[in-house]
């Protein structure tokens, strides 16, 4: 590609007079970049090392110091437009089928897709820089799933919503909050780790890759995925005891799953808890502790038999409660 056309589609201003004048792939990790790469610079520490890898241009967003006048530096006012408008133009010559789809959706596709075997369905990262190592392996009618509307509409305007399909689900049996069975058309689904507020969703994603996914791997899927704990709110093996974990990180996703606990979980007591400031507005009877390093005491301290925790990744509340803590000796 000219740089003379990269300037014309990122609105781009050359801050010097380079010798070159064209570039084959564009990187955005410095440590990927070979010779005849152009770089967009999300990180000025990494400008050395990219020059040092052979890369021909580089797209900044301020005016630095320019270490070799022989390749061409561009200037340009947004990172994140520049992105957005380059994957917009080499996508523009692919014929692809885009769809956007909800969070949940987007992780079982992440979950489920066989890499071997769905090579046709290309998962648009939320980052969207990290998409540019894709686009050489894009072929004619691939199929884009992206979970961010604005985003898709910016890189691929001609896009259809995913989510729109209903289900006539038979034999529904809820074992737990976080296990199903049930039945759709001629397929049976038994003790899927799997909670059934989330069946639309597995069976969108199940069905377009044409039933052809491990249902194991369902236990990666963490929304409502629990975490079982001891007395000392250390985590033990799954279903050993009656109290557990929950934690979500996505907005988007809290209050629906709270009515959800509400309805399912009645007799129970569910702590809500959250170490940052939420959405005053969603009626959320919750209590605030400082810190998840804190969790463990604080819950040793009162009853209850599960808690759901706004704001943090199931990895993070996981690696907590894996800090294993002694009952304290009495002698």
């Not at 990666?220 to 934690?247: Q, R, S, V």
Request: hydrophobic residues 40%.
């Amino acid at each position: 590609m000219q740089i003379s056309s990269i300037l014309d589609i990122v609105d781009g201003r050359l801050l010097n007079h380079p010798s070159i004048s064209f570039i084959y792939s564009i990187k955005t990790n410095a440590k990927r970049v070979k010779e005849g790469d152009l770089f967009i610079v999300k990180n000025d520490e990494d400008i050395t090392f990219a020059v040092k890898n052979g890369a021909f241009a580089l797209i900044v967003e301020e005016k630095i110091d320019i270490i070799d006048n022989e390749i061409a530096w561009i200037y340009v006012k947004s990172i994140e437009d520049t992105i957005k408008k380059l994957l917009r133009y080499l996508l523009s010559n692919i014929r692809l089928t885009a769809f956007y789809c909800n969070d949940v959706s987007f992780e079982l596709f992440k979950i489920l897709k066989k890499p071997t075997v769905h090579t046709n369905i290309k998962l648009v990262p939320k980052d969207l820089s990290k998409f540019f190592k894709v686009i050489d392996d894009l072929e004619e009618n691939d199929t884009l799933i992206c979970s961010s509307h604005k985003d898709l509409d910016d890189i691929y305007p001609v896009n259809f919503n995913f989510n729109t399909k209903a289900y006539d689900i038979k034999n529904l049996i809820e074992h737990s909050i976080f296990e199903t069975t049930f039945s759709y058309k001629e397929r049976y689904f038994s003790k899927v780790k799997l909670p059934s507020l989330y069946i639309k969703e597995f069976l969108d994603v199940y069905s377009f890759l044409g039933f052809d996914a491990e249902l194991n791997k369902l236990k990666k899927f963490t929304p409502l995925k629990p975490i079982f704990i001891d007395k000392l709110i250390n985590h033990t093996d799954y279903g050993k005891t009656d109290k557990f974990l929950l934690a979500q990180e996505n907005e988007e996703l809290i209050e629906k799953e709270i009515e959800y606990l509400k309805e399912k979980y009645k007799y129970a007591k569910i702590l809500y808890l959250t170490t940052t400031e939420i959405d005053d507005h969603k009626d959320i009877d919750y209590t605030f502790i400082n810190s998840l390093s804190n969790l463990k005491s604080f819950l040793k301290k009162i009853p209850f038999n599960g808690v759901y925790f706004m704001g943090v990744s199931f990895d993070e509340l996981y690696d907590q409660v894996s800090i294993e803590q002694e009952e304290p000796s009495l002698i």
